[in-house]
């Protein structure tokens, strides 16, 4: 039982990637299971209690700020998680066998992640409220940006608090997102371009059956691949 930050990061580092909060971890698994409202008496977490080290809701952020190691974004069946520097070639290596020209020329990618992406490449970390290029548009652009996270294109770089025209703070923090190319440095690209996607997806199956041995193959496939 995972009772603080450093057990954490100790359980991600030795598994390589997880599910952020394993409500729903399709039968996988996931390093946490969100159920602050049932918690073990045993355990010392205290969710939404913005507790650096006792409340999972913040070491996202807090991994993101101290490290360059982890990367978080939604990556699995639509849903937030983590991959690690070690295991990132091997997910790059399964789910981008093209560039993003490439993908995006063979109609893989729609228009509006090709306007996000090409905004972040140009611009850098940017808030996710500075991507939504346009009201009417607002859901098409949502829909690009977890598209984007689940190719492995963009992540998240951190968090920004909202700042109004008058310079006063209001509302939550948004999320900064920024392109993989600018998260990673150079070595994780050659390396997943040396490995196949046939070797990609026996190396994270194995590790997967090697925490789980009942996984469904089907849905190991899909975490894989992200589709």
């Not at 968090?159 to 923090?173: H, L, M, P, T, V």
């Not at 046939?198 to 190991?220: D, F, H, V, Y």
Request: charged share 30%.
């Amino acid at each position: 039982m995972i009772q603080s930050y450093s057990e954490f990061l100790s359980a991600l580092m030795e598994a390589g990637f997880s599910f952020a909060y394993g409500g729903n971890d399709q039968g996988l698994f996931s390093l946490l299971k969100y159920d602050w409202t049932n918690e073990p008496p045993e355990s010392a977490l205290k969710w939404c209690s913005c507790d650096p080290d006792l409340d999972p809701c913040c070491w996202r952020i807090r991994a993101l700020s101290e490290r360059d190691d982890i990367s978080y974004a939604k990556v699995f069946f639509k849903k937030a998680g983590y991959i690690t520097k070690e295991w990132a070639p091997y997910f790059l290596a399964a789910r981008r066998p093209k560039s993003f020209e490439e993908a995006y020329a063979d109609g893989l990618i729609t228009h509006y992640a090709k306007t996000v992406y090409d905004y972040l490449r140009e611009n850098g970390p940017t808030p996710a409220d500075r991507l939504k290029f346009s009201k009417e548009e607002k859901k098409q652009y949502e829909r690009a940006a977890e598209e984007l996270q689940m190719g492995l294109y963009i992540t998240l770089y951190g968090q920004d608090q909202k700042i109004s025209r008058k310079g006063d703070e209001y509302g939550w923090a948004s999320n900064v997102f920024c392109t993989l190319e600018e998260f990673w440095p150079e070595e994780v690209f050659a390396q997943a371009a040396a490995i196949s996607q046939e070797e990609a997806e026996a190396k994270i199956t194995q590790r997967l059956l090697g925490i789980n041995p009942e996984s469904n193959p089907k849905k190991i496939r899909k975490f894989i691949y992200g589709k």
